[in-house]
T-cell receptor
Framework: GQQVMQIPQYQHVQEGEDFTTYCNSS?????IQWYKQRPGGHPVFLIQ?????EVKKQKRLTFQFGEAKKNSSLHITATQTTDVGTYFC???????????FGKGTKLTVNP | GAGVSQTPSNKVTEKGKYVELRCDPI?????LYWYRQSLGQGPEFLIY????????DSGLPNDRFFAVRPEGSVSTLKIQRTERGDSAVYLC???????????FGPGTRLTVL
């Protein structure tokens, strides 16, 4: 079945440094969604990308969907301690609305 | 308005027992999803409903798991003859329609002793 891989699994940065997480799907995706889960919390929707090559920004966060619609990235500029958490990408499997999540990238920020 | 709510927040049971986990979606959301999340993993899809019907239950691990949504709102995930391997956080999510952003509840942490 479809697999969604994320790298790195863990990332530790100093506050103020940039951070990037990468997501790769084994199949072409109709769209990709990103979620953030704070420690002890539940996933919270960040964004959905639909178009090939799409780039969206939310303040210090930049999301990109690859031209082939098989990969995506999330870049955070000048990390803050509030950015701590696990970032998941997820894509629908086949023609279904069944979302397949990656294992996530756990970000820790040293103040 | 209120978000997705799940009850109980924690459930400890013994191996072999039956459990029911409840999800109250956001009012007006037609789609409802169940996931299971183990430590260090992403949410694993179990089943989703569009209205009252289970549109895709391919993620249910075996026939001990069953879910219903009889009136198109509240959903219950039922697990029979629980096993230790069923221990996880069970997450429910709802969305206005299929294919749009999902709002997750706080989850039910199930521990099978």
């Amino acid at each position: 079945g479809q697999q969604v891989m994320q790298i790195p699994q863990y990332q530790h940065v100093q506050e103020g440094e940039d951070f990037t997480t990468y997501c790769n799907s084994s199949t072409t995706l109709s769209n990709i969604q990103w979620y953030k889960q704070r420690p002890g919390g539940h996933p919270v929707f960040l964004i959905q990308l639909v178009k090939s090559g799409e780039v969206k920004k939310q303040k210090r966060l930049t999301f990109q969907f690859g031209e082939a619609k098989k990969n995506s990235s999330l870049h955070i500029t000048a990390t803050q301690t509030t950015d701590v958490g696990t970032y998941f990408c997820a894509g629908p499997q086949g023609g279904s609305e069944k979302l397949v999540f990656g294992k996530g990238t756990k970000l820790t920020v040293n103040p | 308005g209120a978000g997705v709510s799940q009850t109980p927040s924690n459930k400890v049971t013994e191996k072999g027992k039956y459990v029911e986990l409840r999800c109250d979606p956001i009012s007006g959301h037609t789609a409802l999803y169940w996931y299971r999340q183990s430590l260090g993993q992403g949410p694993e899809f179990l089943i989703y409903f569009q209205g009252t019907g289970a549109a895709d239950d391919s993620g249910l691990p075996n026939d001990r798991f069953f879910a219903v949504r009889p009136e198109g709102s509240v959903s219950t995930l039922k697990i029979q003859r629980t096993e230790r391997g069923d221990s996880a956080v069970y997450l429910c999510a709802s969305s206005l329609n299929l294919g749009v952003k999902q709002f997750f509840g706080p989850g039910t942490r199930l521990t099978v002793l």
